[in-house]
């Protein structure tokens, strides 16, 4: 099958430039300039389909590299499958996820990855890869860890905050990180005081501070500012380098920023929750309503100004990356698990849909570039997490990974609009963004046009990862 991409505008985290993109079969042939008769006189009347993006922006497909298909949490599980959570990701011109397998305290590492890989072998609409969540860690674990390089995993996940679930202390931290160092492996941090958290939210509930808005008070801004501040310096003794995930705080990105002034492989994501969402307009919405917005880190008051500064960060790279941390719960039989107690409310917040619509309004508004907004959601992802040169980029070789994106062309989210996720509720009900996902190639294929989703479980593939590319 070949296929060409003629008229549009091809966007990369550089530049912009008039071209057309051939495809042969799953990868990129030629990126040619408009009327090039390099490979004949009358290219589009000898390829199978002609896609015509006049008008259009044609960029590399987005990765979301962080996600939780499926993830067990708080007593129930994410409410998305792999089948329906990379469905809704290609409806959003998403076509790559990095998702993470789980291990708890008591688990064996390696088959917490094979369980992941069984649940999304043969269900995914897109590629996928994996990182792996480090929750026990021990001799065995720290043993086991020399062994996800060859598995194509070259990331791991640990938590400074949920004791009792997936909590680490600085001891074992810095443990895992001098292996991490060892390897070659980039330690990713979910960076908030567990312990402090847990007295305060306990102290809330006892006073009958109950709904959702003390979620936010109890994760204050000061436990995610100094639990990053303690994860750079075991990083920093370690030599290992660090990535904080889902950053929401201002203060916490201050610590990232000194940390990188300073010369160290230190980076952070932030995700779109954090630069649009509050926690006066949404966790404080009236009565159980907030449970909607209910994430770790939380969402952050708008009244002290993180939002606009996440936005900063973005354009000042303190913050090289924005993904969704997708792990979406329903309300009726889920969040309201937590009715009278918030610290019952499955944490997380469905995004995987909205993320490059979400980003581009941020070209609209003026917050980034465009060729930021193709280096934040797709470049940098590929680069940071050793899948550059096969995904992130429209170049001869690359995966045929291509998003044609209208400016011209209008996006309503809600449920009944844009909204493919397995929720029976919108955490961006009412939102409208100045453009819209027109086409969509997963290597190649058509998986969304003007027809709908064309797409099939099982198309998407695991991607083995190399190295970091983003490194000092």
Same mark, same amino acid.
């Given at each position: 099958?070949?296929?060409?991409?003629?008229?549009?505008?091809?966007?990369?985290?550089?530049?912009?430039?008039?071209?057309?993109?051939?495809?042969?079969?799953?990868?990129i042939?030629?990126?040619?300039?408009?009327?090039?008769t390099?490979l004949?006189?009358?290219?589009?009347?000898?390829?199978?389909?002609?896609?015509?993006?006049?008008?259009?922006y044609?960029?590399p497909?987005?990765?979301?590299?962080?996600?939780?298909?499926?993830?067990?949490?708080g007593?129930?599980?994410?409410?998305?499958?792999?089948e329906s959570?990379?469905?809704a990701?290609?409806?959003?011109?998403?076509?790559?996820?990095?998702?993470?397998?789980?291990?708890?305290?008591?688990e064996?590492?390696?088959d917490?990855?094979?369980?992941?890989?069984d649940?999304?072998?043969?269900?995914?609409?897109?590629?996928?890869?994996f990182h792996?969540?480090?929750?026990?860690?021990?001799e065995d674990?720290?043993?086991?860890?020399?062994?996800l390089?060859?598995?194509?995993?070259?990331?791991?996940k640990?938590?400074?905050a949920?004791?009792?679930?997936?909590?680490?202390?600085?001891?074992?931290?810095?443990?895992?990180?001098?292996?991490?160092?060892?390897?070659?492996?980039?330690?990713?941090?979910?960076?908030?005081?567990?312990?402090?958290?847990?007295?305060?939210a306990?102290?809330?509930v006892?006073?009958g501070k109950?709904?959702p808005?003390?979620h936010g008070?109890a994760r204050?801004?000061?436990l995610?500012?100094?639990?990053t501040?303690?994860?750079?310096m075991?990083?920093?003794?370690?030599n290992?380098?660090l990535?904080?995930?889902?950053?929401?705080?201002?203060?916490?990105?201050?610590q990232?920023?000194?940390?990188?002034?300073?010369?160290?492989?230190?980076?952070?994501?932030?995700?779109?929750q954090?630069l &649009?969402l509050?926690?006066?307009e949404?966790?404080?919405?009236?009565?159980?309503?907030?449970a909607?917005?209910?994430?770790?880190?939380?969402?952050?008051?708008?009244?002290?100004?993180?939002?606009?500064?996440?936005?900063?960060?973005?354009?000042?790279?303190d913050?090289?990356?924005?993904?969704?941390?997708h792990?979406?719960f329903?309300?009726?039989?889920?969040?309201?698990?937590?009715?009278?107690?918030?610290?019952?409310?499955?944490?997380?917040?469905?995004?995987?849909?909205?993320?490059?619509d979400?980003?581009?309004q941020?070209?609209?508004?003026?917050q980034?570039?465009?060729?930021?907004?193709?280096e934040?959601?797709?470049?940098?992802?590929?680069?940071m997490f050793g899948? &550059?040169?096969?995904?992130?980029?429209?170049?001869?070789?690359?995966?045929?990974?291509?998003?044609?994106?209208?400016?011209a062309?209008?996006?309503?989210i809600?449920?009944?609009?844009?909204h493919?996720?397995?929720?029976?509720y919108?955490?961006?009900?009412g &939102?409208?963004i100045?453009?819209?996902?027109d086409?969509?190639?997963?290597?190649?294929?058509?998986?969304?046009?003007?027809?709908?989703?064309?797409?099939?479980?099982?198309?998407?593939? &695991?991607?083995?990862?190399?190295l970091?590319?983003?490194?000092?």
């Amino acid at each position: 099958m070949t296929t060409l991409i003629t008229g549009g505008t091809l966007v990369s985290a550089t530049g912009r430039t008039a071209a057309d993109v051939l495809i042969d079969g799953e990868t990129i042939a030629a990126v040619l300039s408009p009327g090039s008769t390099l490979l004949g006189h009358d290219l589009a009347s000898s390829v199978d389909e002609v896609i015509d993006a006049t008008g259009k922006y044609v960029i590399p497909g987005g990765i979301d590299a962080h996600t939780h298909m499926e993830l067990p949490f708080g007593g129930t599980n994410a409410s998305d499958t792999f089948e329906s959570g990379t469905r809704a990701a290609a409806w959003g011109g998403t076509t790559t996820i990095i998702d993470f397998a789980v291990q708890r305290a008591g688990e064996r590492v390696l088959d917490g990855l094979g369980a992941w890989h069984d649940k999304a072998a043969g269900n995914c609409a897109i590629d996928y890869g994996f990182h792996q969540i480090v929750g026990g860690v021990d001799e065995d674990s720290l043993k086991a860890m020399e062994g996800l390089v060859a598995e194509g995993v070259t990331s791991y996940k640990l938590f400074m905050a949920y004791p009792g679930v997936f909590y680490s202390d600085d001891a074992q931290i810095l443990r895992a990180m001098q292996k991490a160092a060892d390897l070659g492996l980039l330690t990713m941090m979910h960076a908030e005081n567990g312990p402090a958290i847990d007295v305060l939210a306990a102290q809330l509930v006892a006073q009958g501070k109950t709904d959702p808005y003390f979620h936010g008070i109890a994760r204050a801004w000061q436990l995610e500012e100094e639990a990053t501040h303690r994860a750079i310096m075991l990083a920093d003794v370690t030599n290992a380098p660090l990535y904080v995930v889902h950053v929401s705080a201002k203060q916490a990105v201050a610590q990232l920023a000194w940390a990188r002034d300073n010369g160290k492989n230190v980076f952070g994501e932030t995700c779109p929750q954090y630069l &649009y969402l509050s926690l006066e307009e949404q966790l404080g919405a009236p009565g159980f309503e907030g449970a909607k917005w209910v994430c770790s880190t939380p969402l952050r008051s708008r009244a002290e100004g993180h939002q606009e500064h996440m936005w900063q960060a973005l354009r000042t790279n303190d913050l090289q990356m924005v993904s969704t941390d997708h792990c979406p719960f329903c309300m009726k039989g889920q969040k309201d698990l937590g009715v009278g107690d918030f610290r019952a409310i499955p944490n997380g917040i469905g995004s995987i849909e909205h993320r490059m619509d979400l980003m581009y309004q941020g070209v609209v508004t003026g917050q980034i570039t465009l060729e930021r907004w193709v280096e934040l959601t797709s470049t940098t992802p590929a680069r940071m997490f050793g899948l &550059y040169g096969r995904k992130g980029v429209i170049a001869p070789g690359a995966d045929a990974d291509v998003v044609v994106y209208d400016p011209a062309g209008h996006t309503s989210i809600g449920l009944g609009k844009t909204h493919h996720m397995n929720m029976d509720y919108s955490a961006w009900e009412g &939102y409208e963004i100045d453009g819209h996902v027109d086409v969509v190639l997963s290597r190649g294929s058509v998986v969304v046009d003007e027809t709908g989703f064309r797409g099939r479980a099982g198309h998407g593939k &695991y991607v083995p990862r190399g190295l970091s590319q983003y490194l000092l």
